[in-house]
Antibody, heavy 118, light 106 residues
Framework: QVQLQESGPGLVKPSETLSLTCTVSGGSISSYYWSWIRQPPGKGLEWIGNIYYSGSTNYNPSLKSRVTISVDTSKNQFSLKLSSVTAADTAVYFC????????????WGRGTLVTVSS | SYELTQPPSVSVSPGQTASITCSGD??????AYWYHQKPGQSPVLVIY???KRPSGIPERFSGSNSGNTATLTISGTQAMDEADYYCQAWDSSTGVFGTGTKVTVL
């Protein structure tokens, strides 16, 4: 059974960079796409971007200038960096596996709350 | 940017049928996916590729997609189906989620 676990600071200061890592267990990171999705408190889901195990990426155009997603196949991990954060970036951040190109999210992490505040 | 619009809320009596719509430009030309999410939990896939059910999802969940609208139907709704529901599609290589629908089982 594939499992995903997000990790990283729960509190980030405004203007700084949010950094999260998703560790994949129970399966290989190879041959799949992997996504970051976020959900502000009380609001809906927003796709941030994804990465193929080979390293190719696609980002949400509304966040593209601030987002970097990377992968470390040796550690079975992929990571998110979001720069110049504001209070609007406060959200639960989920990592998820994409079951093929432009396919569904079949496995999700539990999510981690990141609060942007000084 | 591509948008998917859902009704904010749907109410249904136990045992009745709930229908949730998802509207987007030429959505029928794309695959639609549906997820439900209960408070404090991660989303769970209930329909993929318009009308396929993942293993473990009850037969009462079904989907369709045509024109500009995808529809998730819950037949014989149960109290456990009360949750937020999100549609999702891909516009080129950009993931898009619907605005979400809260299903209340009265």
């Amino acid at each position: 059974q594939v499992q995903l676990q997000e990790s990283g600071p729960g509190l980030v200061k405004p203007s700084e960079t949010l950094s999260l890592t998703c560790t994949v267990s129970g399966g290989s990171i190879s041959s799949y796409y992997w996504s970051w999705i976020r959900q502000p408190p009380g609001k809906g889901l927003e796709w941030i971007g994804n990465i193929y195990y080979s390293g190719s990426t696609n980002y949400n155009p509304s966040l593209k200038s601030r987002v970097t997603i990377s992968v470390d196949t040796s550690k079975n991990q992929f990571s998110l960096k979001l720069s110049s954060v504001t209070a609007a970036d406060t959200a639960v951040y989920f990592c998820a596996r994409v079951d093929g190109y432009n396919s569904h999210f079949d496995y999700w992490g539990r999510g981690t709350l990141v609060t942007v505040s000084s | 940017s591509y948008e998917l619009t859902q009704p904010p809320s749907v109410s249904v009596s136990p045992g009745q049928t709930a229908s949730i719509t998802c509207s987007g430009d030429k959505l029928g030309e794309k695959y639609a996916y549906w997820y439900h999410q209960k408070p404090g939990q991660s989303p769970v896939l209930v329909i993929y590729q318009d009308n396929k059910r993942p293993s473990g999802i009850p037969e009462r969940f079904s989907g369709s997609n045509s024109g500009n609208t995808a529809t998730l139907t819950i037949s014989g709704t149960q109290a456990m189906d009360e949750a937020d529901y999100y549609c999702q599609a891909w516009d080129s290589s950009t993931g898009v989620f619907g605005t979400g629908t809260k299903v209340t089982v009265l």
